[in-house]
């Protein structure tokens, strides 16, 4: 299996959200923090697409999956 490392604004590119530098704080800062007992992808701000890409990479140990680890410790802490 071939992967990749991808860096959050890579992973703001996918979901289709501004990825410059301060508007990936800036997002992690209005969303953060998520309560400990909810689920990054059952956060209420993600669309439907933006929430099973979340968890499906999550699920599968996918090619986006530490980069997804990353954002979720961010927004939980």
């Known amino acids: 299996m071939d ?3 991808h860096r959050l604004p890579h992973l703001f590119e996918q ?8 508007a990936v704080e800036h997002f992690i800062d209005l ?3 998520l309560p400990a007992s909810m689920s990054l992808a059952d956060a209420p701000f993600w669309s439907r697409a933006q929430a099973e890409f979340l968890r499906e990479e999550l699920l599968e140990d996918g090619d986006w999956a530490e980069v997804v680890d990353e954002l979720n410790a961010r927004l939980h802490s």
């Open 15 to 22: 979901l289709g959200l501004p990825a410059e530098a301060h």
């Open 3 to 5: 992967f990749h490392y």
């Open 31 to 33: 969303h953060s923090p």
